[in-house]
């Protein structure tokens, strides 16, 4: 069965540095998405991505962040300067289409420390 | 705004039984969708049942159910026939089609353990 995949699994950067989360969504889906969740809390939305544009984004998603499908596989999220609040979950999400009654597909997430 | 609200911060249930996750919602628009997600202790965050504003039936997936309350805004998730397995983070979800666009709200977890 197909399933989004996340590169890395772990990452510990230091405060300031860049960081590039990588996912790879499932290979017939348009719809890609960035969650992230802080540990011991809720999962919360970052940015949905649709036909090379952002298509909605959360309060979270601020300059510091950014998203990109560099090619016909790949699905980005840049954080350009890390904070220790970045430490967190984050989880790459994908689906066939955007509206209606659909489910998201999460990847295994990709456990961020900054230190 | 949409929200989610899951009151059981943690649930026991003995193995072979069934147990029920309570979810509430809150919104005013009239089409949205809740969703319901497992998360194991390795993390990831794997789909279990969908349940759409209008439909007129309850969702049902193999031993997941879905309790759909319209009037009261509930959710609720029943797991049949408990197994060791379904000891996980479990969280409820909500899209509202009109304005979040294709965003998630989720609640903030039921944390699920099936003893033997």
């Known amino acids: 069965e197909p399933e989004v995949t996340q590169t890395p699994s772990h990452q510990v950067t230091q405060m300031g540095q860049e960081v590039i989360l990588r996912c790879v969504p499932i290979s017939n889906h348009l719809y890609f998405y960035w969650y992230r969740q802080i540990l011991g809390q809720k999962v919360e939305f970052l940015v949905s991505f649709y036909n090379n544009e952002i298509s909605e984004k959360s309060e979270i998603f601020d300059d510091q962040f950014s998203v990109e499908r560099p090619d016909g596989s790949n699905f980005t999220l840049k954080i350009r300067s890390t904070k220790l609040e970045d430490s967190a979950m984050y989880f790459c999400?994908?689906?066939?289409?955007?509206?209606?009654?659909?489910?998201?597909?999460f990847g295994p997430g990709t456990r961020l420390t900054v230190t | 705004a949409q929200k989610i609200t899951q009151t059981q911060p943690g649930m026991f249930v003995q193995e072979k039984e069934a147990v029920t996750l309570d979810c509430t919602y809150d919104?005013?628009?009239?089409?949205?969708?809740l969703f319901w997600y497992k998360q194991p202790s390795s993390g990831e965050m794997i789909f279990l049942i969908y349940q759409g504003s209008y439909d007129q039936q309850n969702a049902t997936e193999g031993r997941y159910s879905l309790n759909f309350q319209k009037a009261r805004k509930s959710a609720n998730l029943v797991i049949s026939a408990s197994q060791l397995g379904d000891s996980a983070m479990y969280f409820c979800?909500?899209?509202?089609?009109?304005?979040?666009?294709?965003?998630?709200?989720f609640g903030e977890g039921t944390q699920l353990t099936v003893n033997p």
């Open positions: 979800a909500m899209r509202v089609f009109e304005t979040s666009g294709s965003r998630l709200t």
């Open positions: 999400a994908s689906s066939r289409v955007g509206l209606g009654g659909y489910e998201q597909y």
């Open positions: 919104t005013s628009d009239p089409s949205y969708g």
